[in-house]
């Protein structure tokens, strides 16, 4: 190759590198989507906490099915270790170090955020709980 070829290619991976570095993923997406909705819910939001998320995973809630209370009934104590549905079907790990691919499809999170946060909660979780519940996964 020429140096002027080699010069021109390197120029432009250094070019694509660069500029994609402020693209964001679908989780990074879904957490800005998040982050403006609990914003105009609360203009005092100052953004998503990983310690809010853990004590939403962990609390046992009285509103829901009485058979998950809590978000641990299912999905177990550890988020990097596989859960058990009450019927026994197995639940992956919900950790994003065990399970990375988890999280990038917007329509499946909010079907599973409206379906757990409705058996554990009583109700559909807000977008801070999402976010901080998210927060906590990304940690994990």
């Known amino acids: 190759m020429n140096p002027l070829t080699l010069s021109h290619v390197l120029a432009a991976v ?5 500029s994609g570095a402020g693209i964001a993923g679908p989780r990074e997406d879904q957490l800005a ?5 609990a914003k ?12 809010r ?9 009285g509103l829901g099915k009485p058979d ?13 270790g596989a859960g058990r549905t009450p019927a ?3 639940v992956e790990a919900m ?6 691919t988890r999280y990038v499809d917007p329509a499946k999170v909010e079907k599973w955020f409206k379906r757990n946060c409705n058996e554990v909660l009583g109700r559909e979780c807000n977008a801070q709980e999402k976010g901080d519940w998210l927060t906590f996964m990304a940690g994990q």
Do not use: E
């Not at 989507?33 to 909705?37: I, K």
């Not at 105009?40 to 310690?51: H, I, K, Q, V, W």
């Open 53 to 61: 998320g853990k004590t939403l995973h962990t609390q046992s809630f």
């Open 88 to 90: 026994g079907k197995t």
């Open 68 to 80: 998950t209370p809590a978000c641990t009934s299912c999905h177990g104590n550890d988020p990097r």
């Open 95 to 100: 950790a994003l170090s065990v399970s990375p």
């Open 33 to 37: 989507a998040y982050a403006a909705a």
């Open 40 to 51: 105009a819910a609360n203009p005092a939001f100052a953004g998503f906490s990983a310690a």
């Open 14 to 18: 250094l070019a694509l590198s660069v």
